[in-house]
């Protein structure tokens, strides 16, 4: 079945997967897919951008250096987990009937397919970007006065930091950190052609590359070329002046990945310190992978499969690039022309029109703000005009995610000093965060900012602020709810949704839920909100329950969902009950997908499709029909900060915020998401084998991605879409594609 989606009355793409008999599965395990293997998928998809020809060569050597880093913290956290798992015998089964075992003979099969694929599109890549002026890690590009200039390099810069060790019973083993790169040298002594082994670990301090000043890199360079030779490789051509006297045999770099999650007792008494210890630990963790040169000299394997203590299956050799994530770093190149056209998202219109006084502008009518088309620094100046003005008395924001370099964090250390009761609650269990958050919490208690660290087996993930304000008639709390972390440099890449509102009974549930992380008391008689992990999941069953009740009684039934993961089982039986109800269910997953859709007789009612773009979508947002025809007015429409996991609805605190002011319903539902629904030109189908596919239309494409770009925000399109001044989404009929 399918529709024909129309753009200011011009019908656009509105593609059907390709058609097939509906496959049939018996239950049990075969109706869901591996939640690992179908993360894999996701990375796939990611790594195929790095192909798309519709898309600059820098920003393609982007999403390669992309998929490598992806890789890397699945190895880290996925994959270590489950070794672990194995190695204590551990033989629970996954929601698809694979014991740990079992599931990490196919993932390494598949991940020697996705490194050979990395590679296979780094040589590509690589020749492209020659042609086109940047010669990564080619040597025979440079002038002999470029030699003179790395030399140097060499002896000032690089010299002085690294530290040969020589591999003998006189000296231990050295540690070789996570992700750490090092080399391996064979050398002989010329006085007594004995022969040693030396490592030289690669500091972290260093870059990857260095970039040959273009004057004396080539001829030609000078119009923009570019030239990165990796330090590497400057180690390897110099070595001999870090070792006189001997002869270099060979020499082979290796790179470690090590176990990097965090697992904390629930009877820590202290939070703070036993996070700063688990962080050290960290470091130390068993390793998981070691990557090496094809042709790397077989008596230093050995040695480092002893040393390192590794399993010779999570070896990984290439004659390509270690370390494909390095990439980011010539991504950086200042060549605009082999990059996306620049892109400044907009200031709210309906801020401006208020002259820039955020809480006039939510006072007159809720706001939804949609990044990162619209400029994440209204959130940083909601806590700004809070921490300056006079009648602002308390603010409350939860920090998940805040960055190195945070405007938020210092708008809520200004508050503090000036007199505002201001409360953080700072969650030190976001992965990789950790550190960064510890060092956050320190810096706003010694400014006088309560800084609560949440729960000890929960993480607190749900993306509030609440601002207390005294005015005429009293108390009035503001309130922004969103489904994206409090990050400066992420709502430039991520598609997140920023909704601000006064409504006196969002703010008396958002002081609850506080207050529960805080003080942990329990909510009681929530007006509006669903918080996880108390009733989210039930809310959501009780929606998807009155859609199978609609569609029992032949009312409208339909479902769409916008979400970064689904892998909970139970929610996936719901959804599967719906389709066999008759409910169509459409499905936004950008990531790991475990439901298994267009399977007669469980889930032929049901499609799913991933999006990868120039953005991350990272929004979760849901629709009920209610009985309606979809889109409409009278959906039910929720944003969350939860997607559908286990974690997220049973071991997370999560939001669940309903939509009911008209104007944000329409501009969420009939905007966001339907463009969401419509999209063609980045949209991939899930099959029922679990196999993806480039979503293919004989009609005019659309680009989600771009129809935002180019057009009002949200914040002003209520007025102009009434104008026509916006191209109105819609459906000619039946579902979206």
Not at 7 to 18: F, G, K, L, R, W
Not at 219 to 227: L, P, T
Not at 412 to 432: D, Q
Not at 612 to 622: A, D
Request: hydrophobic share 40%; net charge negative.
């Amino acid at each position: 079945m399918s529709s024909q989606p129309i753009i200011d009355e011009q019908p656009v793409s509105a593609a059907s997967p390709p058609s097939a008999p509906p496959a049939t599965v018996a239950p049990g395990g075969e109706a869901y897919f591996n939640r690992e293997l179908s993360w894999l998928a996701f990375n796939e998809r990611v790594l195929a951008e790095a192909c798309n020809e519709r898309y600059p060569l820098l920003e393609r050597l982007r999403f390669l250096s992309i998929s490598g880093s992806n890789l890397d913290e699945f190895m880290m956290i996925r994959v270590a987990g489950l070794v672990g798992q194995a190695q204590r015998g551990i033989d629970k089964q996954g929601i698809d009937g694979r014991t740990p075992t079992q599931q990490l003979s196919a993932i390494r099969q598949k991940l020697a397919e996705l490194s050979a694929r990395q590679q296979d599109i780094w040589r590509d890549l690589r020749q492209k970007l020659a042609d086109a002026g940047i010669h990564i890690a080619d040597e025979q590009r440079i002038k002999p006065a470029a030699h003179k200039w790395l030399k140097n390099y060499f002896v000032e810069e690089i010299l002085p930091v690294i530290t040969p060790q020589a591999l003998d019973p006189a000296h231990p083993f050295p540690f070789v950190h996570n992700e750490g790169l090092g080399l391996l040298f064979t050398l002989t002594r010329d006085a007594d052609k004995e022969q040693i082994m030396e490592m030289i670990l690669i500091p972290t301090a260093l870059p990857r590359f260095v970039r040959v000043p273009a004057d004396i890199a080539e001829q030609g360079a000078e119009a923009g070329g570019a030239i990165y030779i990796s330090i590497a490789s400057l180690i390897q051509r110099y070595a001999k002046k870090l070792f006189p006297g001997f002869t270099i045999k060979g020499d082979g770099l290796f790179r470690v990945l090590r176990d990097s999650d965090i697992e904390i007792e629930e009877e820590a008494e202290d939070l703070v310190r036993t996070f700063r210890s688990a962080i050290q630990r960290r470091r130390r963790g068993q390793v998981i992978q070691l990557e090496l040169e094809e042709d790397f000299d077989p008596q230093g394997e050995a040695i480092l499969l002893e040393q390192l203590d590794v399993n010779e299956a999570a070896v990984i050799k290439t004659d390509g690039m270690i370390g494909i994530d390095g990439l980011a770093e010539v991504v950086d190149e200042d060549r605009p022309d082999l990059k996306f056209d620049a892109y400044s998202p907009r200031y709210p219109e309906r801020i401006r029109e208020h002259d820039g006084d955020a809480f006039s502008a939510i006072r007159e009518k809720d706001i939804v703000i949609h990044h990162p088309y619209e400029s994440f620094e209204v959130v940083v100046d909601f806590i700004r005009q809070a921490a300056a003005d006079p009648d602002v008395v308390a603010i409350k924001q939860t920090l998940y995610r805040a960055g190195s370099q945070s405007a938020v964090i210092n708008a809520l250390i200004e508050a503090a000093e000036n007199g505002k009761s201001v409360t953080a609650v700072v969650e030190l269990k976001a992965r990789f965060d950790e550190e960064q958050n510890l060092k956050w919490g320190t810096k706003l208690e010694r400014a006088g900012v309560q800084v609560i660290y949440g729960f000890t087996d929960w993480k607190t993930h749900a993306k509030v602020a609440m601002v207390v304000r005294r005015e005429e008639k009293g108390f009035r709390t503001y309130c922004h709810f969103g489904t994206g972390n409090y990050h400066p440099v992420t709502a430039k890449i991520y598609t997140d949704m920023s909704f601000f509102t006064a409504n006196p009974k969002l703010g008396r549930d958002a002081a609850k839920m506080m207050n529960f992380v805080t003080g942990y008391v329990e909510p009681h008689e929530l007006e509006m909100l669903s918080i996880a992990p108390l009733d989210l999941r039930e809310e959501i069953y009780r929606r998807i329950d009155a859609e199978i009740a609609n569609a029992k009684k032949g009312k409208p039934a339909a479902i769409w969902m916008k979400c970064n993961q689904i892998t909970d089982q139970d929610m996936i039986d719901r959804l599967y009950t719906a389709s066999s109800a008759g409910v169509q269910v459409e499905l936004v997953v950008r990531g790991i997908c475990c439901l298994r859709p267009g399977v007669e007789g469980l889930s032929e009612n049901i499609r799913v499709k991933s999006i990868i773009g120039r953005f991350l979508e990272h929004s979760r947002i849901f629709a009920f029909a209610n009985g309606r025809a979809m889109p409409g007015p009278g959906a039910a429409l929720y944003i969350s900060s939860a997607d559908l996991m286990e974690r997220n609805l049973d071991r997370r605190v999560e939001a669940l915020i309903p939509i009911k002011n008209r104007t944000v319903h329409d501009q969420i539902l009939q905007q966001v998401l339907l463009a969401n629904m419509l999209d063609t030109e980045q949209s991939w189908w899930l099959h029922a084998d679990g196999s993806y596919s480039r979503v293919e239309t004989d009609s005019k494409p659309f680009n989600c991605h771009r129809y935002f770009m180019t057009n009002p925000s949200l914040s002003g399109r209520g007025g102009a879409l009434e104008a026509g001044a916006v191209p109105k989404l819609s459906l000619r009929r039946g579902r979206a594609g």
